[in-house]
């Protein structure tokens, strides 16, 4: 997933979730205001209970003063003793309201002064009789009284409606407000999860189509390397059969040359057996030169046979190899420590014993010959070096050094097929070293190869340069 | 029959035959050399058939010089014809050819060839070798006594 596509799921998650929590909010907050409509029920409840206790006692207290019955006395008393507990518990419901507070406080005192009032009635009414009762109900200003309480609770009654319809306009708006955001954010987020799930199916049809055309390429680039693998065992087996085929006429022309040269030669006068001498050197050169090819063309076919070879046991046994073929000349081995690695190490004494050659060869002027080989370091890997006091080479023409009968010597100074360096080349490639050589005419050449990583598979030695060798011949 | 052939030259060269045959004579090692030409007639002279129905098993030639590159029957498919029935298995073979190719030595010496020589370029080396192999199969080794594996039964072929 790309980190478009993930912000766009981070955002429709932040979204749902803040929907969650206004739903969760909202529902805390409704239950909040049912509770406070509730209240306000209850409060007015009470309110009304305080006027029903005190219209009670009132008409009791009527009855009795008219009547003298003591029956009236009843309801009287039960409206007294209700009122005050009544009274105190719609105080304990308004307890948050400190304006409802006070007014309980005056509904208390007033509510306390009627009864005192009414109580003193009563007692007028028992002992001076029914018409000092009735003086006292004309006389004193006893329906004022009533009326302030009656007032002053629909006064409190009125203030408590009042909050009740805030409390449920604001319950209203509240809701409508969850509701839109509730709808308007699910509809956000769903808008934002579609979003996210066309740009997933875009990304992930893009990845598959990106997938398919690498899936392609690889299959064109094994096809390739299988073509160009065959090619190049094609090349190889065509290159070893023309060298095989030669050989055939190349010991005839040898053999019956010599054969002339045995049955013939008194009969021939000094040029004809000098020509005849060319001949058969000439076909001696050519079987050597196709030898050669053969060699080469073998190491391209040839697999790698890896082991752990320490160089300096190798090193050793071609100095000594080499060494025994150099009887009468003067050379002076420097041979420095080398190092274990994994190779293959018919084909490294190879390298080792053409190089010591070469080194050999072109160090035959010198009284005294110098040839050393050691490694050293070069960009973190470890190099080796086979170094020689010899005529060198002119560097202009290094790139010529490793090419199939290729040659910076006259045939007349140094024999050779100009073979031998591309050998020791194809087995350093195929090891996944690199050769180079540096030189100085008349001041020595120094030969340099790596080992890297050695391939187990013929067709990575794969390329024009085997082509081109091939086309030498 | 006069004299009893000592040498089967199984060659399709002429110029190879005719160097080959000369580095045996100057050596003095074989008197009477049978060359054939290719693989069919190399079967036809060792199994006695054909323009050879006149020969024996009794007799069989003390070496062949096989080549490998042959017409119509090449030089493994007659060794392995030699090598499979009873009666010429134990003939001293010995692959004298141009390739040393390891696919067909192997495969040469998996069907119990006794030697596998390359002719060398060189016809000092060629006309040593040649001696060399003449020296040592016609007088230094010991060969399978005549007639001993005569009699028995044909296996193959």
Redesign the interface.
């Known amino acids: 997933m790309t980190s478009f596509s993930k912000a766009i799921a981070a955002c429709a998650l932040m979204i749902l979730l803040g929907i969650g929590m206004l739903s969760y909010r909202s529902t805390v907050r409704s239950q909040e205001d049912r509770e406070g409509v509730m209240h306000t029920h209850l409060v007015l409840e009470k309110l009304q209970a305080v006027l029903i206790d005190v219209t009670q006692t009132e008409s009791g207290q009527r009855g009795y003063i008219l009547t003298g019955d003591e029956k009236y006395l009843k309801p009287y008393q039960a409206g007294r003793d209700q009122v005050h507990p009544n009274i105190e518990e719609a105080r304990k419901l308004t307890a948050d309201n400190p304006r409802q507070q006070d007014a309980i406080r005056g509904l208390k005192q007033l509510v306390d002064a009627r009864l005192a009032l009414l109580g003193g009635r009563i007692e007028i009414r028992r002992t001076t009789g029914l018409m000092a009762g009735a003086e006292a109900v004309r006389t004193s200003d006893s329906e004022e009284s009533m009326e302030g309480i009656r007032e002053r609770i629909n006064e409190m009654r009125s203030t408590e409606e009042r909050l009740l319809n805030i409390r449920l306009e604001a319950a209203i708006a509240s809701s409508r407000k969850m509701k839109a955001v509730i709808v308007l954010g699910n509809a956000l987020a769903t808008l934002i999860l579609l979003m996210a799930g066309v740009v997933i199916h875009r990304e992930t049809g893009r990845r598959n189509l990106a997938e398919q055309g690498l899936n392609r390429a690889k299959e064109r680039l094994e096809r390739r390397t299988a073509e160009l693998s065959e090619t190049n065992i094609e090349l190889e087996s065509f290159a ?1 059969s023309v060298a ?2 030669l ?2 006429p ?3 022309i ?6 002339l040269t045995e049955d013939y030669g008194p009969q021939l006068d000094g040029e004809g057996r000098r020509h005849l001498e060319k001949l ?1 050197n000439g ?2 050169k ?2 050597r030169l ?2 050669d090819l053969l060699s080469l063309s073998k190491i391209g076919r040839q697999e790698l046979s890896l082991e752990a070879v320490p160089l300096d046991a190798l090193l050793r046994e071609v100095v000594e190899e080499v060494g025994r073929e150099c009887s009468g000349r003067e050379i002076e081995w420097r041979i420095g420590d080398l190092f274990n690695t994994d190779c293959d190490p018919g084909l490294m004494k190879q390298v080792f014993v053409n190089l010591l050659s070469n080194a050999v060869k072109y160090t035959a002027r010198r009284k005294h010959a110098v040839i050393e080989v050691g490694q050293t370091i070069q960009n973190d890997k470890r190099v080796v070096f086979v170094r020689d006091n010899g005529v060198g080479f002119e560097m202009q023409y290094v790139d010529k050094l490793f090419g199939v009968f290729q040659r910076l010597h006259k045939a007349r100074d140094f024999e050779g097929t100009g073979v031998g360096l591309a050998i020791v080349q194809r087995i350093i490639r195929k090891h996944g070293g690199r050769i180079w050589a540096e030189a100085e005419v008349d001041q020595g050449a120094t030969f340099f190869f790596t080992l890297g990583s050695p391939e187990n598979n013929t067709s990575q030695e794969i390329g024009l340069p085997v082509k081109d060798e091939v086309m030498h011949v | 029959m006069s004299n009893e052939v000592e040498i089967l030259l199984v060659e399709d ?1 002429p ?2 035959v005719e ?1 080959t045959i ?1 580095a045996l004579r100057r050596n003095k090692i074989a008197n009477e050399i049978q060359v054939a030409e290719d693989g069919a007639e190399a079967l036809d002279f060792l199994f006695c058939r054909g323009s050879h129905q006149n020969r024996t098993f009794s007799s069989p030639p003390k070496l062949v010089l096989l080549d490998l590159k042959l017409p119509k029957v090449d030089g493994l498919e007659v060794l392995a014809a030699i090598r499979a029935d009873q009666r010429t298995k134990a003939i001293p073979v010995v692959i004298l050819t ?2 040393k ?1 390891q696919k067909d030595v192997i495969k040469g010496y998996s069907l119990g060839v006794n030697a596998f020589v390359q ?6 080396q ?2 040593d070798a040649i001696r060399q192999i003449g020296m040592f199969w016609m007088l230094i080794n010991q060969a399978p006594p005549p007639g001993a594996f005569a009699e028995s039964k044909a296996q193959g072929v």
């Open positions: 070893y095989h085929d050989r055939a190349l010991r005839h040898a053999g019956y040359s010599n054969v058969v076909a001696q050519m079987g196709v030898d | 060269s110029e190879d160097l000369r141009s390739s190719e002719k060398p370029v060189d016809f000092e060629f006309g």
